[in-house]
């Protein structure tokens, strides 16, 4: 998208967040028992307790980009990265600032203080308390009843509601902005004793055919407003047959494409527009709306509040944001929700306490694909939770307290890192021995090979493989022919993947979900697993089986926020510490090529590198391209690849696999994945695939290797938080080296900085269907 035509918004533009300095703490040290992976001599770079220095330089070492080298990292990506941006999925902060502003208290009703003359104070009192019980069951009904705009909202507030109103009664257009099928409306949520209907598996959507006569068009109008013609497929694909049209009347809706950013939709919109472009357009601000949106599911939001969208418009040089975000919902582009108002309180002897606890409705803003997914994804969970278990009257064998509270409970939430595997797989295991289908599913292919060794392989898969008509079949109501889902690695689950499992399964089954809440979250939007630990309406079984030796010893003071020190006799964690980022690539390539397979045994081939990011001097790209020359020197002459190579290949955004190239021919690039041979389509080689030995800690979750060399160079220290260092340094099984050149930056990020929160609307859309588990 760089040729894109480039410049600031029709007037005056603000950037949207700015980078927050990083204080120096006192440092704290991670170390081994044996302070060298192999018998080195001393090295340069900041020290640590104990750490251990790098190896001599050897010969053989080539490829090493230039240690001077100092452009910023970009920030991690997750799995399924496409080349259209290096931006972070939800673990970095989002478009807008995390400390915006809540909306103002909308204030309660005032209580009746004039006393009746000659009445007494008993009698006094229980007038008081008789009127605040029917203030309170007024309160009471109205939740449940449709609200009014302007009477429990005032102001922006209400403004927002009516223009819903004015929508839903039929006074205003509720087109989508981009066009294509009427979205589906919103589906009220069920009474909490109503069964909800099962719903039918999803069907694969069909990519509707694009005719030369609609390609020649949008070229042309891509070529009028200076945008490259290569993007009229993109175009067309994104906007339907009338895209040409469509852009000609509208400039903006170029923003729908994914990878267009609003500088250059508004450059595209001078180029065709002319004197007619202007900051206050109508058209320009529904279609900032709707990309700011876009913007911050990829940050992992389902919603955003009013505030933070009003406050985004405003920095894009948009005259009224209020105006523009009330445009935006009369026109169909976002929904408003105003869930998160608190439970009423019980009549205390203090109305004016009573009062006083009561909190403000937060206005939100979200786009109605994740609005409806978080909508089904909550009934399929009290339908779930609610639903008898099917069962055949046998009896559940002994086991732990997970299972049973399995045997128990339709819906049950499980804790625990790798070692708690095990309990996932016991689980199944009683099941199948109690005479019901039972099946688990991991994130991963490699997750699923875990989980087979302890389960056996016909009862192991992954979540996409479900979903896709792998494992045990569907019924004739094409739900999933199981009683018993153990879903592990749960934490992946973003919010339309997890409703689309939980409408495949049948009433009366049994689901549980197993996760690790100290690793990064999904690539998708939405933070489904802990919404669910969040929510409390079902039982949560934590784990008490730690993860072995010292790395596991390591990842759980981490996980609590310690970066102890470790006893590690065999080596099993090494610290190198480097000065610059060319330091860190060369030590990187070192260690993987020569140092771990000579003291460890861990050949090259099993190690993984574990980097923040893609670009910067020690991002993903210059480590791979130094690890290539290395281990796999070649012209690259497939499509940048050779045979051998190492590869990670995105099947979808969100899910990565590693494979090795075989070959190639007409059809694309030939992978073989841990003996499963995959073809990569030619025309997709380069957005979905990229050199794999070294990875971004979003790409690593879900999957493990024997050895794991964790790079922090100096530039990098921006990107760690606590779930970055626990994902990164708990892929290693038995070793871990970190290439550390952070300083302190490494303890404070484990100690204080955790991810940024998003943004989700599950835990309350739950509480309204269930009651709080105690």
């Not at 893609?614 to 991002?619: C, E, L, Q, W």
Request: charged share 20%; net charge negative; glycine share 12%.
């Amino acid at each position: 998208m760089t040729a894109l035509p480039q410049g600031s918004a029709p007037g005056s533009t603000a950037d949207e967040s700015a980078e927050a300095e990083v204080a120096p703490e006192p440092a704290q040290g991670i170390a081994a028992g044996d302070p060298a992976v192999d018998g080195a001599d001393g090295g340069g770079g900041s020290e640590m307790a104990g750490a251990g220095e790098p190896e001599p330089e050897s010969p053989g070492d080539s490829g090493t980009p230039d240690a001077n080298a100092s452009s910023e990292p970009e920030d991690a990506q997750p799995d399924g990265e496409t080349g259209t941006s290096d931006a972070t999925a939800g673990e970095e902060s989002g478009p807008f600032d995390a400390t915006a502003e809540e909306p103002e208290p909308t204030a309660g009703s005032e209580a009746a203080d004039a006393k009746a003359p000659e009445v007494s104070e008993a009698a006094a009192e229980l007038a008081a308390q008789r009127e605040l019980r029917a203030r309170i069951e007024q309160r009471k009904a109205e939740k449940e009843a449709p609200i009014p705009a302007g009477t429990k909202l005032s102001g922006q507030a209400a403004d927002l509601l009516a223009a819903v109103r004015a929508v839903e009664s039929g006074e205003k257009a509720g087109t989508a902005f981009f066009g294509g099928p009427t979205p589906a409306p919103r589906r009220p949520a069920p009474a909490q004793q109503s069964a909800p209907v099962h719903p039918r598996a999803p069907e694969p959507a069909q990519a509707p055919a694009t005719s030369a006569e609609a390609l020649a068009s949008v070229r042309a109008v891509l070529t009028r407003g200076g945008a490259p013609e290569a993007l009229a497929a993109q175009v067309t694909g994104t906007l339907g047959e009338q895209a040409a049209e469509r852009l000609g009347a509208d400039p903006w809706q170029l923003l729908a494409v994914p990878g267009v950013r609003p500088e250059q939709a508004d450059g595209f919109a001078r180029a065709l527009l002319g004197a007619e472009c202007r900051p206050d357009d109508e058209r320009r601000a529904a279609a900032l709306v709707g990309w700011l949106l876009e913007q911050a599911a990829v940050q992992g939001h389902t919603a955003l509040t009013a505030d933070d969208v009003r406050k985004a418009l405003a920095a894009r040089s948009v005259p009224d944001p209020d105006e523009a975000v009330q445009q935006a919902i009369a026109e169909g582009v976002v929904l408003v929700f105003q869930d998160g108002l608190a439970d009423e309180p019980e009549p205390s002897e203090d109305a004016e306490d009573a009062e006083e606890s009561a909190e403000p409705v937060e206005v939100l803003l979200g786009l109605d694909r994740y609005a409806l997914a978080e909508e089904s994804l909550a009934d399929g969970l009290a339908r779930l939770l609610n639903s008898p278990v099917r069962d055949d009257g046998s009896v559940w064998p002994e086991g732990g307290e997970l299972v049973r509270a399995v045997a128990g409970s339709g819906l049950v939430a499980h804790t625990g890192g790798e070692a708690a595997r095990a309990e996932s797989a016991a689980v199944v295991t009683a099941a199948a021995a109690a005479g019901l289908r039972a099946a688990v599913a991991a994130h991963t292919a490699d997750g699923q090979r875990r989980l087979a060794q302890l389960t056996g392989p016909l009862a192991a898969f992954t979540v996409a493989g479900l979903l896709s008509g792998e494992g045990p079949g569907r019924d004739a109501d094409g739900a999933l022919a199981l009683d018993v889902l153990v879903v592990q690695d749960a934490t992946q689950l973003d919010v339309e993947t997890a409703a689309m499992l939980v409408e495949s399964l049948p009433d009366g089954c049994r689901l549980v979900l197993s996760g690790d809440p100290g690793v990064l979250g999904p690539a998708g939007a939405g933070l489904v697993f802990h919404d669910l630990l969040a929510a409390r309406i079902c039982p949560v079984v934590a784990s008490r089986l730690p993860d072995p030796g010292p790395v596991g010893e390591l990842v759980s003071g981490i996980g609590i926020g310690e970066l102890n020190q470790v006893e590690a006799p065999g080596k099993e964690v090494v610290i190198v510490p480097v000065r610059d980022a060319g330091e860190a690539v060369h030590r990187c390539v070192q260690l993987l090529a020569d140092s771990i397979p000579r003291a460890i045994g861990i050949p090259p081939e099993q190690t993984q590198v574990i980097t923040v990011g893609h670009g910067g001097s020690a991002g993903t790209r210059a480590l791979n391209a130094a690890l290539k020359e290395r281990l796999n020197p070649g012209s690259g002459r497939f499509g940048g690849f050779d045979p051998a190579d190492k590869v990670a290949y995105a099947e979808v955004p969100g899910r990565t696999v590693i494979g090795t190239v075989v070959g190639a021919d007409a059809q694309g690039l030939r992978i073989d994945c841990a003996g499963t041979p995959v073809l990569v389509p030619k025309e997709r080689v380069e957005s979905a695939l990229r050199h794999g030995w070294a990875l971004t800690a979003h790409q690593a979750v879900g999957m493990r290797w024997p050895a794991v060399v964790a790079v922090l160079p100096g530039d990098a220290a921006q990107g760690l938080n606590r779930a970055w260092v626990y994902t990164a340094f708990g892929r290693a099984e038995r070793h871990l080296s970190v290439v550390h050149g952070v300083d302190q930056a490494l303890p404070r990020a484990v100690a204080e900085i955790l991810p940024a929160p998003r943004t989700t609307r599950l835990t309350p859309l739950l509480h309204g269907l269930l009651k709080t588990a105690e």
